[in-house]
């Protein structure tokens, strides 16, 4: 069955794109699943991307360990893993002949390597960490557990379904993708194969003067974001949601300030702060999240939420931004088949702006975070007669500092200021998370088991530890799907020459 395509792609598969530079795009560039090569390997986008991070002075800095390319080179994958120098089962995807190199041809995708498997998951073959439902002391890092709505996770899920967006090529008659599947026997059927396990979306920034938009979505005031309806659709949803979470914020911190000037700062009150701040999103945060929501500059399009248009408040921002029709977004969509994670990064930081919205759909994942500015010392073979020195190999303090956020389905998590720009994320290899149980742990704010994974938690033995003075939960990884929103940085959104 032919599915539809963005006219995009099928450009970019016949060589004939024509410049992102003057007319903007709706790009979907498609990567095949499994090891996670390109699929539109060559096309100048993909090149661009892969340069950018394989040459980011992170990259260079640390060169005391291995590079991870770049995958997609979507990403900033500027450090192995501790874990993934542990041995093979750990190695990253990096099968394929480009892609563990650090040169700027590099494809490897940031997943990890090891394919999808039918064996039932068992608690033995989880991460051994303990995911918290509540968020660690990050500042600037937000979740939102089950803000999604069943209905608009059912709608997304469909939608991408119907899009294709992780379905196989079949289309692509690119005679460089079927020669190398017919060299890795993977049978290429002319452009056909491998599952894909992510796609990537890209808007446009667009200046009013440029006239009326002839594609995508057409706001009232004459620009189009260039993304997909439906993205323009959630990106709307979510600001809206969000909304609310925003206004409780700036409510409790009214309450703090009338609080504290009336010297009435009781252990009522900052608990009731606390409760608060861990369903809020700051509104400086949500504004910058959603400027077309906020912004004065542009009339806001009907949000899908009631409630007032909370009043933008003058703020001094250190990631200054153009206005909202001149910022483009990019959405990563992305696929897990358990057991495979995501190698520990920062979404590159010179190609994409402060705040990241990440929705998961379908399941829950548990998420690591590390400090980026770990340094390390790497163990050295002791010399003749020389006694190991104290402390032998100093852990550097911030490397205790891992923190294990699980992410149940449906749930929206942001990253924002130190979150965004200093703390690496990632997705352990696993076949199951250790998670919280709750109540037992968390405290206020965190959220319910989803139903079904309370399902597959007790009904697949043994499936309680007891950890840390709490109880926890295993949980089997199940496919889950991702949605990365994010805004590129001024001039970023053009490619190419
Ligand atoms: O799948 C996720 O939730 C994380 C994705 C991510 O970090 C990214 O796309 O940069
Ligand atoms: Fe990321």
């Given at each position: 069955m032919k599915r539809r395509r963005s006219s995009m792609l099928v450009e970019e598969a016949e060589g004939r794109r024509s410049d992102a530079r003057q007319e903007g795009y709706l790009a979907s560039l498609i990567l095949r699943g499994g090891?996670?090569?390109?699929?539109?390997?060559?096309?100048k986008i993909l090149l661009t991307h892969a340069q950018e991070s394989s040459e980011h002075p992170a990259g260079r800095e640390q060169h005391d360990l291995p590079s991870v390319s770049a995958g997609d080179g979507e990403?900033?994958?500027d450090q192995l893993p501790r874990?993934?120098?542990?041995?093979p089962s750990r190695s990253?995807?990096?099968?394929?002949?480009?892609?563990?190199?650090?040169?700027?041809?590099s494809h490897g995708s940031l997943f990890s390597s090891r394919s999808p498997s039918p064996s039932p998951p068992a608690p033995s073959l989880a991460t051994t960490s303990t995911y918290a439902r509540t968020c660690p002391p990050i500042p600037g890092l937000y979740l939102f557990p089950s803000l999604l709505s069943l209905e608009l996770e059912r709608e997304l899920l469909r939608v991408i379904d119907r899009e294709g967006y992780?379905?196989?090529?079949?289309?692509?008659?690119d005679p460089r993708i079927a020669r190398e599947q017919e060299r890795e026997g993977g049978g290429g059927g002319g452009g056909g194969g491998a599952e894909r396990n992510q796609a990537m979306l890209f808007g446009r920034a667009r200046p009013?003067?440029?006239?009326?938009?002839?594609?995508g979505q057409e706001w009232a005031h004459g620009w189009?974001?260039?993304?997909?309806k439906w993205a323009d659709e959630l990106v709307l949803a979510l600001g809206g949601l969000l909304k609310g979470h925003a206004q409780a914020q700036a409510q409790a911190q009214d309450e703090d300030a009338r609080g504290s000037c009336a010297g009435t700062d009781t252990e009522g009150s900052s608990s009731r702060r606390s409760t608060t701040a861990a369903a809020a999103l700051p509104q400086e945060v949500w504004e910058m999240l959603f400027p077309e929501c906020s912004s004065s500059t542009f009339p806001s399009p009907?949000?899908?939420?009631?409630?007032s248009q909370p009043q933008p408040q003058p703020h001094p921002s250190p990631h200054p931004r153009p206005p909202p029709h001149l910022q483009s977004r990019q959405l990563i969509l992305n696929r897990y088949h358990p057991p495979q994670g995501l190698a520990s990064h920062i979404d590159l930081p010179h190609r994409f702006a402060d705040g990241i919205v990440l929705c998961s759909l379908s399941a829950g994942i548990g998420m690591r975070f590390r400090p980026r500015h770990r340094t390390r010392t790497r163990p050295r073979p002791l010399q003749d007669g020389e006694r190991e020195r104290?402390?032998?190999?100093?852990?550097?303090?911030?490397?205790?500092?891992t923190h294990h956020l699980y992410l149940p389905a449906r749930s929206v998590l942001v990253l924002s200021g130190e979150a965004r720009w200093e703390w690496e994320h990632g997705i352990e290899e696993s076949w199951g998370d250790w998670v919280e149980r709750d109540g037992e742990d968390?405290?206020?704010g965190e959220c319910e088991l989803e139903g079904e994974e309370k399902g597959q938690g007790e009904g697949q033995g043994s499936t309680e530890r007891a950890r840390g003075g709490g109880k926890a939960l295993f949980i089997p990884r199940q496919e889950r799907k991702s949605i990365t929103i994010r805004f590129m940085k001024e001039g970023a959104d053009c490619v190419g020459e």
């Open positions: 090891e996670g090569e390109a699929a539109g390997r060559g096309s990403e900033e994958a874990e993934y120098e542990a041995g990253r995807s990096c099968s394929r002949s480009t892609s563990s190199s650090n040169s700027a041809s992780f379905s196989p090529l079949s289309i692509l008659p009013r003067s440029a006239g009326t938009a002839t594609d189009s974001t260039g993304l997909p009907s949000i899908p939420t009631s409630g104290e402390p032998p190999h100093p852990q550097p303090e911030s490397y205790s500092h968390g405290g206020e």
